[in-house]
């Protein structure tokens, strides 16, 4: 006869795979939790480089018409810095902090259009360049795994559809390739 002791009658359970149901779900809550912490940090570990962005929001113009972003300026110069003049970005930046036509428009895109149309982008190429590089930063990968994940669809879908007209395609690119190997004659046989 088993004893009634409480701690031998968990281990049997677990010795028998029949563990206590909170304990099943406590481990996989343990299993989800730690693999969600995992994700997020190889998918924001380099959001760090990213700071420099800061130098065109909108909130923070007021800010730094005071004082400089030097922390942005600095990010951006150990990220890009073979593509900016510090010295002169930092100019553009303080007159584009204190005129309020210029940073009138809404959306990014509208701006860099505007800066081209109006000849800015020749005057200031060093904000425009700034522009345009924070431009075709995407702001979040959810929109390229989306179409990774629609073409992974597609070209399953595809792999398993088997269609009358795309066998009819493979039979007749099937017949085409052997009546071409006993046409055309090989560069040894022509030899000989």
Not at 51 to 70: C, G, I, V
Not at 88 to 96: D, G, I, R, S
Request: hydrophobic letters at 30%; a positive charge.
């Amino acid at each position: 006869m088993l004893t009634q002791d409480p701690e031998l009658a968990h281990q049997r359970k677990r010795r028998q795979g029949q563990q206590d149901q909170h304990e099943v779900y406590k481990t996989l809550y343990d299993s989800i939790h730690d693999s969600i912490r995992t994700q997020i940090t190889q998918r924001f570990q380099h959001v760090r480089r990213l700071q420099f962005m800061e130098l065109l929001n909108e909130e923070k113009f007021d800010s730094f018409k005071l004082q400089s972003p030097m922390h942005a300026l600095a990010n951006l110069s150990e990220t890009y810095g073979h593509l900016f003049d510090e010295v002169k970005l930092k100019t553009e930046l303080q007159h584009f902090y204190t005129d309020p036509e210029l940073h009138s428009t809404q959306k990014l895109c509208d701006a860099i259009q505007f800066m081209k149309s109006s000849g800015l982008d020749e005057a200031m190429p060093q904000l425009y360049r700034l522009k345009c590089l924070i431009a075709t930063i995407g702001v979040t990968s959810a929109g390229v795994e989306r179409s990774f994940s629609c073409l992974k669809r597609i070209k399953s879908y595809t792999r398993n559809t088997i269609g009358q007209g795309r066998l009819a395609n493979l039979a007749i690119m099937s017949i085409e390739k052997k009546k071409k190997k006993t046409k055309v004659p090989s560069k040894k046989s022509s030899m000989v």
